[in-house]
T-cell receptor, first 118, second 112 residues
Framework: GAVVSQHPSWVICKSGTSVKIECRSLDFQATTMFWYRQFPKQSLMLMAT?????????EQGVEKDKFLINHASLTLSTLTVTSAHPEDSSFYICSARPSGQGGTYGYTFGSGTRLTVV | TQLLEQSPQFLSIQEGENLTVYCNSS?????LQWYRQEPGEGPVLLVT?????EVKKLKRLTFQFGDARKDSSLHITAAQPGDTGLYLCAGARGFGNEKLTFGTGTRLTIIP
């Protein structure tokens, strides 16, 4: 089955620094990947759609200069939280589906990254 | 704005009981997916329903997509402690690499 690997699983960083989170599709190619944010005891909120070889599409209210997304290959998308602040602390999750696989298939999610900004 | 409302938000029942979780929207979706999420993990797909009125069964779990494709339900028979988790419905419009709209979530606890 499709496997999505997310790294790191957790990270603690100082306020003002930047953090990069990787999302890899291990056994399939994905032209599109999605990045979500989840606050404690809440559902997933879509942040942006990552498109291989082109600019990401950000949801309303998400600062594209703060959350930099790069999708340089068909198996890797990265999310960089720039100049992190405590309010950026959250659980970040990516998802993907094999390119060409239709809408009757669900998405595979990474195991998430717990970011804590101190 | 959450377009998919789930109810109940929280549910705690005894092992062996039955339960139903609802996912409602005023919008039409091309497909609807159900996921279960454990603490500290990403959601795991349980099922995808596509056709209005469709019913799918996964062991003790029964999923139904409303005739108008605006709502869905998840019924669990004889709940077990292993069913504990956060259940999320998610709707999609279109059949390409469309983004998902997630429901508000139902946190289920099965008491042994």
């Amino acid at each position: 089955g499709a496997v999505v690997s997310q790294h790191p699983s957790w990270v603690i960083c100082k306020s003002g620094t930047s953090v990069k989170i990787e999302c890899r599709s291990l056994d399939f190619q994905a032209t599109t990947m999605f990045w979500y944010r989840q606050f404690p005891k809440q559902s997933l909120m879509l942040m942006a759609t990552s498109n291989e070889g082109s600019k990401a599409t950000y949801e309303q209210g998400v600062e594209k200069d703060k959350f930099l997304i790069n999708h340089a290959s068909l198996t890797l998308s990265t999310l960089t939280v720039t100049s992190a602040h405590p309010e950026d602390s959250s659980f970040y999750i990516c998802s993907a589906r094999p390119s060409g696989q239709g809408g009757t298939y669900g998405y595979t999610f990474g195991s998430g990254t717990r970011l804590t900004v101190v | 704005t959450q377009l998919l409302e789930q109810s109940p938000q929280f549910l705690s029942i005894q092992e062996g009981e039955n339960l139903t979780v609802y996912c409602n929207s005023s919008s039409v979706f091309s497909s609807l997916q159900w996921y279960r999420q454990e603490p500290g993990e990403g959601p795991v797909l349980l099922v995808t329903v596509v056709t209005g009125g469709e019913v799918k069964k996964l062991k003790r779990l029964t999923f139904q997509f409303g005739d108008a494709r605006k709502d869905s339900s998840l019924h669990i028979t004889a709940a077990q402690p292993g069913d504990t988790g956060l259940y999320l419905c998610a709707g999609a419009r279109g059949f390409g690499n469309e983004k998902l709209t997630f429901g508000t979530g139902t946190r289920l606890t099965i008491i042994p």
